[in-house]
């Protein structure tokens, strides 16, 4: 069974950056398509950024274009969120999600393995 770990969260100034981390730990990260999500206080999960499974081809919501970038590194089976220009609408609960089809909209519903989360906060 696939299980995803987050790594790297925590409490940054707003302007700063921050990098996640989700490794895959029991199959080969090739065998998926992986999605970041995030949850603030009080708010559905939303969609943040997403990398294929194959051809490496990235995707994000309208609110982080441009500041978050997704990559990946296949010898470490793990998928990175580069998080810059962080703004206090940032704060939020993390997950990474995983999925082995490229195809399907970006929505928590499509993906079938989750992480536990990684809590972020942006705050001065």
């Known amino acids: 069974q696939v299980q995803l770990i987050e790594s790297g969260g925590g409490l940054v100034q707003p302007g700063g950056s921050l990098r996640l981390s989700c490794t895959i730990d029991?199959?080969?990260?090739?065998?998926?398509?992986v999605g970041w999500f995030r949850q603030a206080a009080n708010k559905e999960r939303e969609f943040v950024g997403s990398?294929?499974?194959?051809?490496?081809?990235?995707y994000y919501a309208d609110s982080v274009k441009g500041r978050f970038a997704v990559a990946k590194d296949t010898t470490a089976n793990t998928v990175y969120l580069h998080m810059n220009s962080l703004r206090l609408e940032d704060t939020a609960v993390y997950y990474c999600?995983?999925?082995?089809?490229?195809?399907?909209?970006?929505?928590?519903?499509?993906?079938?393995?989750w992480g536990r989360g990684t809590q972020v906060t942006v705050a001065s």
């Open positions: 999600a995983a999925r082995s089809t490229d195809f399907g909209t970006h929505t928590p519903d499509t993906y079938n393995n």
């Open positions: 029991g199959r080969a990260l090739s065998n998926y398509a």
């Open positions: 990398i294929r499974r194959f051809g490496g081809a990235t």
